[in-house]
């Protein structure tokens, strides 16, 4: 929540305003000294209430434009393992992508070592910014053998990579890695609309199929309208 009583209660009311679709997604917010007058407050608490909404990924605020509604978080279980197009679709969202890139070359060694394969093993690169209702909200980078697939197109990959491979008998089960924050490169920030140097939380995950076997790497970069709800237990109460 935010810092002081005042900007807690601004901050309350503006969310109930976005939660019952008053102030719709798109909705530009008034400005700050019309907040202040509307409120009763100073500038600098409505900026510390609209901190917290930005924080949160609630609003966004847009350089020489204004402050805008954003549309609601995704949850994404970190147990979880489905296709970003599914995860949009699940949450009412239109899910699109955009800037696919497919690259062919070979695997780093990290890469190589994951998918346990040689290093001279052809791999493709695959790049592709995914949208929820035209929105960037995840660029997703994977690397995967090129004999799992023979004639990948772009429009093909607009869509869920999980589905292309299952029509071919491979089938993802299960994942395993690790999540951290990084700070975006230019190409993302570039690719996601992004301010440049913009943290984000990078997912790097090997993904395996039906036979335990892996079968792609990939790093995938969220922004905040995607969230992971967490249930954690203390094990050394007694």
């Not at 407050?41 to 609209?50: D, F, I, M, N």
């Not at 346990?116 to 052809?122: A, G, N, R, V, Y």
């Not at 093909?156 to 589905?163: H, I, T």
């Not at 995950?205 to 335990?212: A, C, F, I, K, R």
């Amino acid at each position: 929540m935010a810092k002081g009583k005042a900007s807690n209660e601004v901050y309350e009311v503006i969310s109930s305003k976005i939660r019952t679709g008053e102030w719709a997604p798109g909705y530009k917010l008034p400005s700050e000294p019309t907040l202040a007058e509307e409120f009763g407050v100073s500038r600098a608490t409505v900026r510390e209430a609209l901190q917290e909404l930005i924080s949160r990924g609630r609003i966004k605020r847009e350089q020489g434009r204004g402050t805008y509604v954003l549309h609601a978080t995704i949850d994404y279980g970190m147990d979880d393992l489905m296709s970003i197009t599914r995860l949009l679709e699940m949450h009412g969202a239109v899910a699109s992508t955009k800037d696919v890139e497919i690259v062919i070359g070979s695997a780093s060694a990290e890469d190589a070592e994951s998918l346990d394969i040689s290093e001279l093993e052809p791999v493709y690169t695959i790049n592709r910014t995914r949208c929820a209702d035209g929105v960037p909200v995840v660029y997703d980078s994977v690397v995967i053998p090129c004999r799992y697939l023979p004639t990948p197109n772009r429009e093909d990959l607009e869509g869920s990579l999980f589905e292309i491979l299952d029509k071919s008998g491979v089938h993802i089960t299960q994942g395993a890695g690790r999540v951290s924050i990084q700070t975006a490169t230019d190409k993302v920030s570039e690719k996601m609309s992004l301010n440049k140097q913009q943290p984000l939380l990078c997912m790097f995950n090997v993904l395996y199929d039906q036979n335990g076997m892996p079968v792609m790497v990939a790093r995938d970069y969220y922004t905040n309208r995607i969230q992971f709800p967490i249930r954690r237990t203390r094990k050394d109460y007694i």
